[in-house]
Each structure stands twice: as structure tokens, then as C-alpha cells.
């Protein structure tokens, strides 16, 4: 049983009468070795002014219909990435008994949209072209530190090529978050993480972590943090300014080479080979 990522929000395309085209995008995040496109899919279009929750369920239900006949199973959850859609997707997806996770982690979604954005959205009559406003800019939610339960003994930077991290579906790991490997990504190429060291406690840490929907590395302020959920940050540990430099460049130069990969495991010890967690995560240009 999978999980499905949601979009509902307007495009850049006018109708007729001069306002914005919505659209719904629904699509199961895949498997390691299942390429995004593949796996279930769903579009609809949404008239403007049935712009609510009503027309968002009715068209959540034939999603949930579409990906039966088609084979695929029913999610297990729906990630939803734009906060201020969060509330209608909960309202429309409560009488179909799916849960919402708000969460960036809707990789193959945000993937699918950019992919739109490029290649679809230009050809049709309506479309703004040209530059856009730029969004507002919004202020960076305030770091916090990880509670007593959370945090672990030790942490270290660690690498792994990309074709052991292929094979990471096979890992024996007690909670984990994979995905689709980007195409561009060289097969040569070395993914940048973290590991983090919990002892015994490394069970109940990993689960923590879980809950959060972690979704990427980041140094800001000669610190190392986690973002995960909609907007949260998490001091993962302090760093001489040296060490924040040269981490700050390692995690950029990710995004240039292999797509913004990075990995975050949770273990014992630095020896134990079963992993109490381990995710994939993945620095991307929210559209």
C-alpha cells in the first residue's frame, strides 16, 4: 500500500472570463525502481467557481475508483504540500476515510508539476506568459531543538554511492522513506547524509523521526538542520564555521549533480548493520 501526493491550486492559465484554471494532480509515490511515470496518476480540471471542497472529494473518489480498475491499491494516506490547501484536502478526503499528512514530500508530484510547467501549460490557450510577481517572500519558521526523546548520542556526516543506495529497498530497516531515483542523476555519482547513533533507543528515536516527514538537510547560521513537515526546522547539531562552509557547499553541489539526493539513517552504533531508520530525502525547488 502506497501513498498518494495531492495538488489542488490554480495554473498559470486564464479562462475566457479571466480567471484563474484550476487543477487537481494526484500520483502515488513510487518505488525505488519504479519510474514515476508508471505508477498512477490523475488529472482533473476544476471550473473556477467549484473551487471547494464538495468538487474535491467527488473528484478524490474517482481517483480512488481510476486506481482500482487500473490495479494500483488504495493509498494508504495523501500527502498534501501547500499549507493553505491542507484544510480543504482534510475536508474532502475525511468521508472517504484517507488520512492527510501535511508534508513536502511529494517528490514525484512536484517533479510531475515542474514537468508541466514546462511542457504542457505554454501550448494551452489562457497561458501567462512572460515573468510573473514573485511570490512574497516568507520568513523561515524558527529552528528548534530536538526533544530529550528525539535526539540521539552521536551524529556524523557519512556518503554513499548511488548504487548501494539502489538497493536500499532490500536494507533491513524498521521505519523508512524511499523514492523514485531521479533520471538525470549519474550512476557514478556519491549522495551526501547524516547518520544518526541512538543506542538503545534508537527505535523510538527513528519513530519520532518518521512522524516528522523529514525532508531535507540544510546548514544555515553554523548549524546543521532537518526540515521536515510543512514548514519545521530542527537543529540537528552545532558546527565550528569551518565544518558549516564546507557542509553548506557539499549539500549545493548536491543539487547540482545528483538532483539534491540526501540520505538521513538512525542506528545503534556506528557497527550495527540493521538500521533503525532510513530516508531519502531530497533538496528540491518547490514550483
Not at 228 to 234: C, P, V
Amino acid at each position: 500500500m502506497s501513498d498518494w501526493e495531492v495538488d489542488f491550486y490554480s495554473r498559470p492559465l486564464l479562462d475566457p472570463d479571466g480567471r484563474k484554471r484550476w487543477e487537481l494532480l494526484v500520483c502515488d509515490t513510487p518505488a525505488m525502481d519504479t519510474p514515476p511515470q508508471t505508477g498512477f496518476r490523475f488529472r482533473r480540471a476544476c471550473p473556477a467557481d467549484q473551487v471547494n471542497s464538495l468538487w474535491l472529494g467527488e473528484a478524490l473518489e474517482q481517483a480512488l475508483d481510476e486506481a482500482e480498475a487500473g490495479g494500483h491499491s488504495r493509498p494508504r494516506r495523501l500527502r498534501c504540500w501547500r499549507q493553505a490547501m491542507v484544510a480543504m484536502v482534510q475536508r474532502a478526503s475525511e468521508p472517504l476515510g484517507v488520512a492527510v499528512v501535511p508534508s513536502r514530500r511529494c517528490y514525484a508530484l512536484i517533479d510531475w508539476l515542474q514537468e508541466r510547467q514546462r511542457t504542457v501549460y505554454p501550448r494551452q490557450d489562457g497561458y501567462l506568459a512572460g515573468p510573473r510577481a514573485a511570490p512574497m517572500p516568507t520568513t523561515p519558521a524558527p529552528t528548534k531543538p530536538l526533544p530529550d526523546a528525539a535526539r540521539g548520542d552521536a551524529w556524523e556526516w557519512a556518503s554513499l554511492p548511488l548504487t548501494s543506495l539502489r538497493e536500499a529497498g532490500g536494507w533491513p530497516v524498521d521505519f523508512s522513506g524511499l523514492m523514485s531515483l531521479p533520471a538525470p542523476v549519474e550512476p557514478g555519482a556519491t549522495i551526501p547524509g547524516v547518520r544518526l547513533f541512538a543506542g538503545d533507543r534508537a527505535l523510538a528515536v527513528a519513530g519520532w523521526v518518521a512522524g516528522l516527514e523529514p525532508l531535507k538537510l540544510a546548514v544555515s547560521d553554523n548549524c546543521l538542520l532537518l526540515e521536515a513537515g510543512l514548514d519545521q526546522r530542527w537543529l540537528l547539531g552545532r558546527l565550528d564555521p569551518g565544518e558549516a562552509k564546507a557542509a553548506a557547499t557539499t549539500l549545493a553541489e548536491s543539487c547540482q549533480s545528483t538532483a539534491g539526493l540526501q540520505f538521513l539513517s538512525v542506528q545503534n552504533t556506528s557497527q550495527t548493520q540493521h538500521l533503525a531508520g532510513f530516508w531519502l530525502l531530497r533538496d528540491q525547488i518547490l514550483p
